[in-house]
C-alpha cells in the first residue's frame, strides 16, 4: 500500500508559478515512479508528467513542457511539480500517482498507475 498526499494548489494569476508536492507513505518511495495527471471540470483526466525511480528520466505532455519541471527527493519522499508560466488552460484539480511495476518506458496512461493521490485544485486566472 502506498499513500499519497498533494499539497501547493492554489489560485495564481496567468503567468505566474506555483510548485506543487506529493509526500508519500508505506512502500519504499525510491522503488517506483511517480506520474501527474490532471482533470478539468467536463474533461478526462490527462497525463502531465512522469518522474522515473532516482529521478533521471523524465516524460512531460506537449502541453506543459518547458513550462512544468517534475522532480523528487527520495530522502524526503516526496515528488515535486513546478509549473511555471501558467496558462488559464493549466487550471484543473492536480493528482500524483504511483506506478508499482517496472517498465522499460514511463507510462502515461492513468490506468497504469496503481496508487492516487487526493488532488489539489490549481485555478489559473486570466
Known amino acids: 500500500q502506498v499513500q499519497l498526499v498533494e499539497s501547493g494548489g492554489g489560485l495564481v494569476q496567468a503567468g505566474g508559478s506555483l510548485r506543487l508536492s506529493c509526500a508519500a507513505s508505506?512502500?519504499?518511495?525510491?522503488?517506483?515512479?511517480m506520474g501527474w495527471f490532471r482533470q478539468a471540470p467536463g474533461k478526462e483526466r490527462e497525463f502531465v508528467a512522469a518522474?522515473?525511480?532516482?529521478?533521471?528520466?523524465?516524460y512531460y505532455a506537449d502541453s506543459v513542457k518547458g513550462r512544468f519541471t517534475a522532480s523528487r527527493d527520495n530522502a524526503k519522499n516526496t515528488v515535486y511539480l513546478q509549473m511555471n508560466n501558467l496558462k488559464p488552460e493549466d487550471t484543473a484539480v492536480y493528482y500524483c500517482?504511483?506506478?508499482?511495476?517496472?517498465?522499460?518506458?514511463?507510462?502515461?496512461?492513468?490506468?497504469?498507475?496503481?496508487?492516487w493521490g487526493q488532488g489539489t485544485q490549481v485555478t489559473v486566472s486570466s
Open positions: 500517482a504511483a506506478d508499482m511495476r517496472p517498465r522499460a518506458v514511463l507510462a502515461v496512461g492513468f490506468r497504469s498507475y496503481d496508487y
Open positions: 518522474i522515473n525511480w532516482n529521478g533521471g528520466s523524465t
Open positions: 508505506g512502500r519504499t518511495f525510491s522503488s517506483y515512479a
